[in-house]
């Protein structure tokens, strides 16, 4: 009963301390529906600019739908756009994406609905950003935890960064309670398992050493539910505070606890979000191909089968024409005596 009261005080204060806090304007990026010019696309998009992207046309070095363009035609973000420059092949993101950085105080849940009535950081973050669009966290932190969080309304892009093979850097700070020794970071560098799920092998260093508290630097490239606090826990060492510094090219900018701000869609994430659709799409290829190769085997067996049920219908009229001719000899060799 005390734990729903302070939860519900405690939503109270964050609608009232929200509504207080001056909104900053944020651009409304609406999404192209009508047909522009290709050039004018590519710039509003962050590919290049129109000067730029009119050059490419007339090089031959942008395909729309497959094909090679050489005049600035209108497209609409329907399209496939590929854009060939000298640093590799770079594909627009959608105009409609959206990403803002979040310093989550403790005392919040990433999550949209929770048995306990807990703040919920999606209801915080709908009202601060005014908007009742559906927005996504990139990873999560747990209720105890604090610091940078990722908030998109693009599901691909969330997904993207995400995955464990994106290797994106996560930076935390972590405070320890307990005995800590060199051997301990030793071991916690080296990697552990737990209940039979490996943890690491992480960067870890120490930032500063007090009586029975620690400060660490932890930097770790995928993030498993409560991972760090698990690993603590392994040396007999207590978590008191988790901050998350950074996350891939995002970092905390000085943010404050409840803070927010509107961020670009840096390179590196458009690089990754373009490696990952061109992975889909070659797995799509290879499916397809295997599908393909699949068929023609069937087909081939089929066609094995039809050949050998072809060449048995001509043996038996073999058969039948040699026992006709047979029994015509016999016949007539009857006659003839």
Request: hydrophobic content about 35%; proline content about 4%; charged content about 30%.
């Amino acid at each position: 009963m005390i734990i729903n009261k302070f939860f519900s005080a405690f939503s109270q204060f964050i609608s009232k301390a929200s509504n207080a806090i001056k909104q900053p304007q944020i651009k409304q990026n609406l999404i192209q529906s009508e047909p522009m010019r290709l050039s004018k696309y590519l710039a509003q998009t962050s590919v290049c600019s129109r000067r730029e992207a009119e050059k490419m046309i007339e090089s031959g070095m942008i395909l729309v739908d497959g094909k090679k363009v050489d005049s600035n035609i209108p497209v609409t973000s329907e399209n496939k756009i590929q854009v060939f420059t000298k640093n590799g092949e770079r594909m627009p993101t959608k105009q409609s994406t959206k990403v803002w950085i979040f310093y989550k105080p403790i005392g919040m849940i990433c999550s949209h609905n929770d048995p306990f009535k807990r703040p919920s950081f999606y209801d915080f973050a709908k009202l601060r950003l005014k908007t009742d669009q559906h927005i996504i966290s990139v990873g999560r932190l747990d209720f105890n935890s604090e610091g940078l969080i990722v908030v998109t309304n693009d599901g691909e892009l969330a997904r993207c960064m995400e995955l464990p093979e994106t290797k994106l850097q996560r930076i935390y700070r972590v405070r320890v309670y307990g005995t800590f020794t060199e051997e301990k970071l030793k071991r916690i560098r080296n990697g552990v398992t737990i209940a039979g799920v490996n943890y690491g092998p992480y960067w870890v260093n120490v930032e500063n050493r007090q009586s029975r508290n620690t400060w660490l630097i932890m930097r770790l490239e995928s993030g498993k539910n409560r991972e760090i606090r698990k690993v603590m826990q392994k040396f007999d060492l207590r978590v008191n505070r988790l901050i998350r510094q950074s996350y891939g090219p995002y970092k905390l900018m000085g943010l404050k606890p409840g803070d927010f701000y509107e961020a670009q869609i840096e390179p590196e994430i458009k690089r990754k979000l373009y490696l990952q659709a061109r992975k889909k799409l070659q797995n799509v290829q290879e499916q397809i191909q295997l599908e393909q190769t699949k068929n023609n085997i069937k087909a081939l067996d089929e066609q094995g089968k039809n050949n050998k049920l072809f060449e048995k219908q001509e043996n038996d009229k073999i058969e039948k024409n040699n026992l006709v001719v047979n029994q015509f000899k016999k016949v007539n060799s009857k006659k003839t005596v």
